[in-house]
T-cell receptor, first 113, second 112 residues
Framework: DGGITQSPKYLFRKEGQNVTLSCEQNLNHDAMYWYRQDPGQGLRLIYYSQIVNDFQKGDIAEGYSVSREKKESFPLTVTSAQKNPTAFYLCASIPGGGHTEAFFGQGTRLTVV | AQSVTQPDIHITVSEGASLELRCNYSYGATPYLFWYVQSPGQGLQLLLKYFSGDTLVQGIKGFEAEFKRSQSSFNLRKPSVHWSDAAEYFC??????????FGRGTSLIVHP
């Protein structure tokens, strides 16, 4: 079945560590997005990529990094520079070329311990 | 820049009652509008979308929404709520940038 897979579902990070969240899609979508979700704040855009080997900062990119070496993969690294990383992270993808709905993964909950 | 406002953080309804969740958008041209639903700890699922044409759109699970340009609104409705509808609901839009912008969400609580 086609879809978006995020892993792991739960992730624990010690302060000062970098961690990488995986996002893989087999929908052949061009565009991929990372959102951060905090209670009462909706979804805030971290990074997005509309084509392979290119990505752009979203509204809250500080402390995060991404890569887009393959069409199907868009990993997110939460670096030690992100001071408040505990949150629910959602990856989404959209077919290229027009306005249509986003397809979401099941999310990764990151907790700093 | 486009923006989406959901003025209600929480909505409580009794099972069987009707529901309306409010959404206002800010975008100069005709927006592309969406409603998504999220169960706890899960991703978002599309309920319905509006691109153009008929301003009343039907979605899954018995939901509908009406686009009103004069009010910059895209409110979600359901005539009779079921306990399984309890979830977080997000309104979203995408304008010229093809980047989805989301409201902060409305949490629906259903009383038996």
């Amino acid at each position: 079945d086609g879809g978006i897979t995020q892993s792991p579902k739960y992730l624990f990070r010690k302060e000062g560590q970098n961690v990488t969240l995986s996002c893989e899609q087999n929908l052949n979508h061009d565009a991929m997005y990372w959102y951060r979700q905090d209670p009462g704040q909706g979804l805030r855009l971290i990074y997005y990529s509309q084509i392979v080997n290119d990505f752009q900062k979203g509204d809250i990119a500080e402390g995060y990094s991404v890569s887009r070496e393959k069409k199907e993969s868009f990993p997110l690294t939460v670096t030690s520079a992100q001071k408040n990383p505990t949150a629910f992270y959602l990856c989404a993808s959209i077919p290229g070329g027009g306005h249509t709905e986003a397809f979401f993964g099941q999310g990764t909950r990151l907790t700093v311990v | 820049a486009q923006s989406v406002t959901q003025p209600d953080i929480h909505i409580t309804v009794s099972e069987g009652a009707s529901l309306e969740l409010r959404c206002n958008y800010s975008y100069g041209a005709t927006p592309y509008l969406f409603w998504y639903v999220q169960s706890p700890g899960q991703g978002l699922q599309l309920l319905l979308k509006y691109f153009s044409g008929d301003t009343l759109v039907q979605g899954i699970k018995g939901f509908e929404a009406e686009f009103k340009r004069s009010q910059s609104s895209f409110n979600l409705r359901k005539p009779s709520v079921h306990w399984s509808d309890a979830a977080e609901y997000f309104c979203a839009s995408s304008g010229g940038s093809y980047i989805p912008t989301f409201g902060r969400g409305t949490s629906l609580i259903v009383h038996p």
